[in-house]
């Protein structure tokens, strides 16, 4: 009963932080880009990263716009399977990091912090979840957006996996 009675607290106070998470599920995705798309509808992409079965492969695309507002970024789109499931977005600095969420914060209001000594927030939608974390030291932040169904499909698989890997032990 108490670990309900936690997780009801959690969401109240996670939706009371004026947070606009239709907006992050209206989205559902980055700039053209929707979650689900396949790697083929998009010819500017090039591969920088591969999971050892090559079944997650991360891209940067050529002709990016490399900066949000004032915050000059990096940005790699990561596909498994061939369709889209998450867009990482790094940036250098504190200008920079402190810039990009403020406009995370205006697109989808405060994100729930769960220290707040810690510059780490995170905003969940229904199908989409967005975090910030951001070095105490250097102030670089790593932006996270993904797609939850895609990534319950992966820990699916991920189940499977392990499961047939058993019979090789």
Same mark, same amino acid.
């Given at each position: 009963?108490?670990?309900?009675?936690?997780?009801?607290?959690?969401?109240?106070?996670?939706?009371?932080?004026?947070?606009?998470?239709?907006?992050?599920?209206?989205?559902?995705?980055?700039?053209?880009?929707?979650?689900?798309?396949?790697?083929?509808?998009?010819?500017?992409?090039?591969? *920088?990263?591969? /999971?050892? &079965?090559?079944? $997650? #492969?991360?891209?940067?695309? =050529?002709?990016?716009?490399?900066?949000?507002? +004032?915050?000059?970024?990096?940005?790699?789109?990561?596909?498994?399977?061939?369709?889209?499931?998450?867009?990482?977005?790094?940036?250098?600095?504190?200008?920079?990091?402190?810039?990009?969420?403020?406009?995370?914060?205006?697109?989808?209001?405060?994100?729930?912090?769960?220290?707040?000594?810690?510059?780490?927030?995170?905003?969940?939608?229904?199908? *989409?979840?967005? /975090?910030? &974390?951001?070095? $105490? #030291?250097?102030?670089?932040? =790593?932006?996270?957006?993904?797609?939850?169904? +895609?990534?319950?499909?992966?820990?699916?698989?991920?189940?499977?996996?392990?499961?047939?890997?058993?019979?090789?032990?």
């Amino acid at each position: 009963m108490k670990k309900y009675l936690l997780i009801i607290i959690l969401f109240i106070s996670i939706n009371s932080n004026g947070q606009n998470l239709k907006a992050l599920d209206n989205k559902f995705g980055f700039r053209e880009m929707q979650f689900g798309d396949t790697v083929s509808k998009f010819d500017d992409l090039v591969p *920088v990263e591969y /999971s050892n &079965d090559s079944s $997650s #492969i991360f891209y940067r695309k =050529t002709g990016d716009k490399l900066t949000i507002g +004032s915050s000059e970024v990096e940005i790699s789109y990561g596909f498994y399977k061939g369709h889209l499931y998450s867009i990482y977005i790094k940036t250098k600095g504190y200008e920079n990091s402190r810039a990009l969420l403020k406009t995370l914060e205006e697109m989808y209001g405060k994100g729930y912090q769960r220290n707040e000594y810690i510059k780490e927030y995170s905003w969940y939608g229904k199908k *989409v979840s967005l /975090s910030y &974390d951001e070095n $105490s #030291i250097n102030h670089n932040a =790593t932006i996270l957006m993904y797609s939850k169904e +895609s990534l319950n499909q992966q820990k699916k698989d991920e189940k499977e996996k392990a499961k047939k890997a058993k019979d090789d032990f």
